[in-house]
């Protein structure tokens, strides 16, 4: 017989934390925190088998699931003397959604199911508190006929509002028994009246009920979003855990509350967390009260000044309960994030889990860790997710600039950002698609936000703490956030945000600092940030590490400074073709393209020349001698032209052609799929002149700084879209006789090899007979996805979406190389390069070099280099070292 | 030592006919026919190994040359007992190219070469005919300044013009003595004036002129066109044949002529050559005067209706001729074109190659030599160029239109054509260039006019003979000729051609008769061909040799049933898309792309429903049981829409559609690359109801057929630009979901198979895992070709010409398909199926299906069938035989 359920409690579990895929987070965690002794309440878990069952049956159980889950139930209900729908000390459970990665608040809960007609009067009489009982009820109703039975929650709320409306009454607290227990009949007629039936009474029908909901909610859609966001695959599916409900809101000496271990935005060892007297926990992440911070230390940051602290209300039981994150953190071995509830001042774990934490916080706590002699410097490294780096590197708010503070926040989530007021996560995600900056300004969000949370470049809210739904998915984004600003006030039908007396209007610019909780008036320039030391110590242990080396596209002078300030370890793509928009310099280019023959091109290209020479001084005078690798011109000529309804007054002057001609050359210049066009060496094949311009201007900047500044440059050149060894043979010799040109004159010649882009499928099948010719490839794996997909990068926004969602693609194979096909061809080159010339030196410079997936692979395939944007190289040598560690642990 | 230079003459020869690539076709052939006991006057070849060092080596000769040479000419001197210089008797020779392929009147030869101021007395004295001295030495003086020192030949002309102006003569003929010295001083006075320098008297700087001359003539412009469009590689080289000059201008016992051993129009055995009294070799192939026949039989083809046959005038020797004839065609096993000189009575063979020939010719000559016992069927398959097929598969002039005949000429190479006249060969390349048809009219071609005669439908010349220039090109290239219209005058001023007394300008349309001569007033309808029954014994002998299966990609039914006609044994494509192009299909396919949502797509799709399942009724009842493959949707569905300065009022009323949206929605469909885009199987997956709509007309399709005819149909449903396995799962979970559904209601179900394209680098090599869901493979070599290379099919005109002259590639790979690259893939492709699932049936649909080079290698590669146009079926059949003949003789 299958097992499908796995019970856990009273200091036992069938399960423990390794079984996370057949359990989810939740459920393994659940069972290891019984096998550690602590005081959870007992429940079980149905396996995330259930769930593919489910989907691949038509939402049918397996056959023996009904009765393992009534063993499990009997079993609970014989040691906690606890009856589910008994009428004396009746049992009630939480039934919880737990996949095997953490998808917080994106799938459906039901608490405190088991209550009805009757079990709320036993509830009453066992809690001698009849209100609590009551408004658990009301919950109850509200939570599951949403969630289960399709009624909408406003519906609910509406006559919440209206029963403290008609009693002269503000807050839930100051609610009576009475209105309870009169809410409580008003809910179960609005049941009655939408779904035409009786609200359930019989708990195990209510139990089914919200199973479903839970394996259902797998697939809502804002799961699905949050899975694609966070590469989340579809097949893995969520387990649901049945668990005895315990009370935090069963008077003054209840409460419920969250913490992490260490402090998830900074790093710094201190408990972070909060707690509300008297509530249940969905109280605290929903955000609707603000919730007390556990520690006296936490008071400074909250914005309430009074000290309710749980430290100084709670004294003993925080006590305690700190020595259960540390019997927790010496367990796990990393920062936890734990729920939690007192039930009349006895302290029940309900949740621990690795905590989420900020890139500043998670390089913080990974060297204390190291310090602290918990773990070594590679799980250090390993512990550390490369691709969040880049959020500390970019400028912060420069502090000289004068700021018009409008209110404070909480410093929910780190970082600063400036854009337009928006107040709609559609809106937010339709500018941030025309390349507007935007910043979401919420009373409170919720996981129908999420597409316009990610669109956006901060997040402002009006009520919730640092624990809250905003603060925690923004940390999770790299987006930063203010949350609980409690000053501001959205006017939704005006679209107006008021800030005390200040009236702002959508798409009036703000600024918001999340490390700070600042909410600033208009753009505020930024500054470079200060790199901590921590993150200087993951850095060298990186290098001490990683194998692989790791270089930088850039061409500007200030992108070049960037990475060497980062520490490229040379230029892997000196894109020239950048060099040419300047508008001093396109006019030039564009006289080139309009000549009629090669001598008035050659008269354009030597008015060129001077500008590209200057250009490569100054980046060779950054770069030193560090290696340097120019691409020779590689786009289409059409893209330097102007566009017919331009004013193109001054260019029809200085060609001396007309108007007419203008438009036929642009006609004559356009092509079908320039992405397969002329372009690349092909433009070096038939207009010769243009690469010997550019190989005459690198030589020269090379001779001229050994001369200025004694400084040995290291090029290499290199010529893009090579499908033949022939092609490349044709370009070198032309290089040569540059190169010897040169040395006529001179007597000095910088160092320079010759190599090629590998970028097309043929020249990757050809790598041997092209390697005879070339000192170097680099895998151009933009175009060479572009070409073995057959997708036009430009063009694949149509289906590529669809494509993940339906599990065609596991990722956009732009962002994360794909190792199946264009890796196959990456691999063959390889393979047959190095067997005709061991030295070759080869490496990667698509986008690709910036992502750790990508870099791992590279790393497997014994690539020399990777080469990417100046603001990735920080991620790609913790990659890299990331990836030497995994190869060194097979 | 190396050898460079090898001797031929008087029985005995240093090489022989299997040395092509050292000695040339031409030397080659002097040494076998040497050893062949012919008459031929003796000589010596210079290597194509020196052409080689010639050129690497900055056109400096190899060392040993200039002894090894001298050797030789010592040696002729020496049996010859004329001696070049001589003052006796001096020795004249000709300097002449002569690579492996022929390459007729491409490059530069000399004649006469070795006279001077003394030589020519000596032969006038020798010959006893001053004025034929005196005529050679003004011809040599032409020839040689024009070749060897760049005066040109029209200077001379001029002179000459002149000469017989003054003199009131007519003819070349007339010209006495006198006339010829005096003209020999005005040459050598020419000569000085352009270049500065006296016209060389030494015999062996001429010969050394001569032979440079030669080796550089194999890189002019008219060579390099003729091997581009011959497909004669750049590095063969040409060899350069040194041979003793013999006469056919001294007197009326001399003659010159050219012969074919069979008729190379029609094949039939009977000799068909020309010949001129007292002239040399150039008069007969340049076409300056008119020609007679050899044979009396010839008689009625030519214009001129006096009996001046060699057969009449010269009995004795024209049976020396037949019976060296018959040596030459029993020794070389096939059809000869010979030329011969008589000199004095005793007859010189100058050359002999396998001849020229039509492909009707072709045919009938190798269906014959196997009938004669000379060669076997095998054999017989070989000789044929497949390629060639093509011209006898297409409309004749239709007989029973009424024509106005214009004139007539010589049948010079058959076939009909109508076009626009032009009279200038650029101006016909570029008219073609728009797609327009030409005829180009000339008063006589020369090699310069070759991509003219490429460009043109058919070519008409006012002089030469049925092996002038025009004549001979026209056969080798395939176009209809009708040449020596001696009544036709091109008025190149007034750009009108006169016939009679009926004037035409330029682009009024006529229409020529290559078969029959005759030149008609417009355009004239044509009818399908008869084919012979030689053609029908060689298709039959294919059939029985070839393995590879011969499919069509047809969708048309008039298409499906010429491909039928021709033997297809199946369609290998049927591109659906051509289905909706018909202007009543085109307004439901633009509803169904504008629609908004699902239901209206639905709702447009289901009025196409019915046109797709009588298309594919048609054609399936053409095709009975033979295999379909009709492939899916696959172009960018904006290539649908119309532009948006068409008059869109229809479509705007049907879709409910505004102007503007409509504008937004073609914006919106817009691509960069389309080839690369929302396309193929993508279409499929975001939008499957429109694969579902062709998937149920197909099967009703099938379905109906059964019911109504009883017809049992083959078909397979393919699915283009796949690159994953899950793609082509889900596409054909959805197929199998419409088969169901008809299931339901129907028992039977036509057979069908599900299979796709694989025309992406990516599927090729995963084509294991897609090998598992698919029952065959279809390569489209098309679009494999373009991701492969990274080259758009639309746009490669501005470079791949520079690429094939560079030699980067060795022919446009969308016409041969890459071995190297894309072959390599398809190989890939076939190991990796074929090792999953041994049963896949394999297969090729691009263009290359019915390229003869591409069908070889998929044959090689062991495919299953290759699928071809209509018209390109025997083509590809008789290629696949010698493909299979090819395989078996390693």
Redesign the interface.
């Known amino acids: 017989m299958n097992k499908w359920v796995y019970n856990f409690g009273f200091g036992k579990a069938d399960g423990n934390a390794e079984m996370r895929d057949v359990l989810g987070g939740k459920g393994a965690n659940l069972a290891e925190m019984n096998k550690l002794g602590l005081s959870v309440p007992p429940g079980f878990t149905i396996s995330t088998e259930v769930c593919h069952y489910y989907y691949k049956n038509n939402k049918e159980y397996p056959k023996e699931l009904l009765m393992q889950v009534n063993e499990s139930i009997n079993e609970i209900e014989e040691k906690l003397k606890f009856k589910l729908g008994g009428n004396d000390f009746p049992l009630l459970v939480s039934v919880r959604s737990g996949s095997r990665a953490s998808m917080p608040g994106m799938m459906d809960t039901v608490l405190n199911l088991g209550l009805n007609d009757n079990t709320v009067q036993a509830l009453a009489k066992a809690s001698k508190d009849e209100r609590f009982a009551y408004d658990s009820y009301r919950r109850f109703i509200q939570m599951y006929s949403d969630i289960v039975l399709g009624v909408p929650h406003e519906d609910f709320e509406e006559l919440l509002e209206a029963e403290k409306l008609s009693n002269g009454l503000i807050l839930d607290t100051e609610l009576k028994t009475e209105n309870m227990k009169s809410l409580v009949g008003k809910y179960k007629e609005l049941v009655r009246t939408i779904t035409k039936e009786e609200f359930p009474q019989d708990p195990i029908l209510q139990l089914w009920g919200a199973i479903s909901a839970v394996f259902d909610s797998w697939r809502n859609q804002r799961a699905i979003t949050y899975r694609k966001l966070n590469d989340i695959p579809e097949d893995w599916g969520t387990a649901v855990n049945v668990q005895a409900m315990v009370f935090g809101n069963m008077g003054n000496d209840c409460c419920t509350g969250v913490a992490f271990t260490r402090n998830p935005s900074t790093g710094d060892q201190e408990i972070y967390g909060e707690y509300l007297i008297n509530a249940q926990g969905e109280d605290v992440v929903a955000g609707i009260r603000t919730p007390e911070p556990l520690s006296k230390n936490s008071i400074n940051n909250s914005t309430n000044k009074q000290d309710n602290s749980m430290e100084s209300k709670m004294p003993i039981l925080y006590k305690e309960l700190i020595n259960v994150f540390k019997k927790l953190e010496s367990h796990y071995l990393d920062m936890q994030d734990v729920e939690f509830t007192i039930q009349k001042n006895k302290l029940w774990i309900l949740q621990t889990r690795n905590g989420k934490r900020t890139t500043n916080a998670a390089i913080k706590i990974a060297v204390d860790l190291v310090n602290e002699g918990v773990i070594s410097k590679e799980e250090a490294l390993i512990r550390v997710d490369a691709n969040t780096l880049e959020q500390l590197l970019h400028p912060t708010l420069d502090p000289m600039e004068e700021k018009t503070i409008l209110t404070k926040g909480l410093p929910a989530s780190p970082g600063a950002a400036s854009g337009k007021i928006v107040f709609n996560p559609d809106e937010a995600e339709a500018l941030s698609k025309s390349d507007e900056q935007v910043i979401l300004v919420r009373t409170e969000t919720s996981p129908e936000d999420i597409h316009g949370m990610h669109a956006a470049k901060g997040i402002l809210t009006g009520r919730g703490g640092m624990t809250s739904h905003a603060a925690v998915v923004a940390r999770g984004m790299g987006r930063p956030c203010v949350s609980g600003a409690s000053e501001i006030f959205i006017d939704e039908i005006n679209k107006t945000l008021k800030i005390k007396d200040k009236i702002l209007s959508a798409h009036d610019i703000i600024t918001i600092n999340g490390s700070t909780g600042e909410v600033i008036l208009g753009k505020i320039s930024t500054v470079d940030p200060e790199l901590s030391e921590y993150f200087n110590i993951i850095m060298g242990w990186s290098n001490e590490v990683k194998t692989l080396s790791i270089r930088t596209n850039a061409e500007t002078p200030e992108d070049v400074k960037i990475a060497k300030r980062f520490g490229a370890e040379g230029i892997g793509l000196c894109r020239t073709e950048h060099m040419f928009f300047d508008s001093e310099r396109i006019k030039f280019m564009r006289e080139m393209i309009l000549a009629n023959n090669e001598t008035e091109r050659k008269k354009a290209l030597a008015k060129l020349e001077p500008y590209q020479k200057e250009d490569f001084k100054e980046i060779f005078t950054i770069m030193e001698d560090l290696p340097v690798t120019v691409r020779l011109l590689d786009p289409p000529l059409h893209e330097f032209l102007p566009k017919l309804e331009d004013d193109n007054s001054e260019l029809l002057e200085t060609t001396g052609i007309t108007q007419k001609e203008l438009k036929n050359r642009l006609e004559q210049l356009q092509?079908?799929?320039?992405?397969?066009?002329?372009r690349g060496s092909?433009l070096g094949?038939?207009f010769p002149e243009i690469y010997e311009m550019q190989t005459k201007a690198i030589l020269e900047a090379g001779l001229e700084l050994h001369k200025e500044k004694n400084i040995k440059v290291n090029i290499e050149i290199m010529l893009p879209?090579i499908?033949?060894s022939?092609?490349l043979k044709?370009l070198k010799d032309n290089i040569s006789r540059v190169s010897e040109g040169l040395l006529e004159k001179e007597t000095y010649l910088p160092n320079f090899i010759v190599g090629t882009m590998i970028?097309?499928?043929?020249a990757a099948?050809?790598a041997d007979e092209i390697a005879k010719e070339a000192d170097f490839f680099s895998f151009g794996t933009n175009?060479l996805t572009?070409?073995?997909?057959?997708?036009?990068r430009?063009?694949a926004g149509?289906?590529l979406e669809?494509?993940i969602e339906?599990?065609?693609?596991e990722n956009d194979p732009f962002v994360s190389l794909?190792y199946?096909?264009?890796g196959?061809?990456i691999d063959i080159a390889k393979k047959k390069s190095r067997n005709i010339k061991k030295s070759i030196k080869l490496g990667i410079c698509g986008e690709h070099g910036g992502d750790p997936k990508s870099i791992n692979f590279c790393n497997k395939l014994g690539l020399d280099y990777v080469s990417c944007s100046p603001y990735r190289i920080p991620i790609a040598k913790l990659a890299a070292a990331q990836a030497t560690l995994k190869s060194n642990s097979k």
């Open positions: 092509e079908l799929n320039p992405m397969l066009g002329h092909r094949i038939t879209l499908f033949s022939k092609e044709i970028e097309l499928p043929r099948l050809l175009d572009q070409t073995a997909f057959g997708i036009s430009d063009d149509r289906f669809t494509y339906k599990s065609i693609l794909d199946k096909g264009v196959e061809l």
